[in-house]
């Protein structure tokens, strides 16, 4: 079963790192589909259809993207809103999500440390993304760890860079989200 990987990220030409993640991702094209939605939808005009039966055809979804004022980008938001419908995605006959794993990977431009109760932020990331979970909950759906890489908008090198696709790779590999390789 291939991954599908929901990339919202509205300028991924300019991206440091999420633009290297798709890079690394697109190496393995028969375990994982990169399906970009600011590239599908540059009008916001979403194919609630469409997009429905690709979570169908999936059981591990992924959703990558920047963190953007402690929330997700909009388009991703409108996506949410626009596709988990009632009596597909929730309510007395709404399943279609049931027991699908969903994971988030984000590049945080913030240094880690800020993300602590101590931090500036003074929150940690599971408390940030705590709506994504209650949503993919709310479906019936499994969430499954975070994927992160911090500093993305100032600090991190190349090598950090290269090194974290690496390891979001890993990560979708490890068998909390099921092997795909």
């Not at 990977?105 to 940030?128: H, Q, R, W």
């Not at 993305?152 to 390891?167: C, R």
């Amino acid at each position: 079963m291939k991954t599908l990987i929901i990339l919202a990220h509205p300028d991924i030409d300019n991206s440091k790192v999420n633009k290297r993640w798709k890079e690394e991702l697109e190496k393995y094209p028969n375990d994982i589909i990169v399906h970009e939605l600011y590239k599908e939808y540059p009008d916001w005009n979403i194919d609630v259809e469409r997009e429905q039966h690709l979570l169908e055809a999936h059981n591990n979804i992924i959703l990558q993207c920047p963190l953007y004022w402690y929330s997700y980008p909009p388009l991703l938001k409108k996506w949410f809103d626009d596709v988990f419908t009632y009596g597909w995605a929730y309510g007395s006959k709404g399943n279609k999500l049931k027991d699908k794993k969903f994971g988030i990977a984000l590049s945080i431009g913030d240094k880690k440390e800020n993300y602590l109760p101590t931090g500036s932020v003074s929150f940690t990331v599971d408390e940030v993304i705590t709506p994504f979970k209650a949503s993919i909950k709310h479906v019936g759906a499994i969430t499954l760890p975070y994927f992160a890489v911090f500093s993305a908008s100032f600090q991190v090198t190349s090598e950090e860079i290269d090194q974290s696709a690496k390891d979001y790779i890993n990560y979708l590999e490890s068998s909390s989200v099921n092997s795909f390789i």
